[in-house]
């Protein structure tokens, strides 16, 4: 499962089951000029950066993984 993190309420929450869709919505996220990340939800309490637009505003985000 994959879900959008960004800066626009319209992206932010989104989820998608797959990678190649989430990917795609957010470099159209980015296109806006929306800041948005792809986040891989590892596990009920586990998640991590899986993608960020290379044009995106913000930069990169960390790839690293996170504790809810």
Known sequence: MYKLQS???????????SFAE???KADK????GQTCDV??????????VAYTPQHC??????R???RK
């Open 39 to 48: 986040i891989a939800l590892v596990d009920r309490d586990t998640f991590r």
């Open 64 to 66: 690293v993984t996170f």
């Open 22 to 24: 989430a990917k795609a």
């Open 7 to 17: 800066n626009s309420p319209w992206f932010d929450g989104m989820q998608f089951d």
């Open 29 to 32: 996220a980015a296109d806006n």
């Open 57 to 62: 505003q913000a930069g990169q985000a960390l």
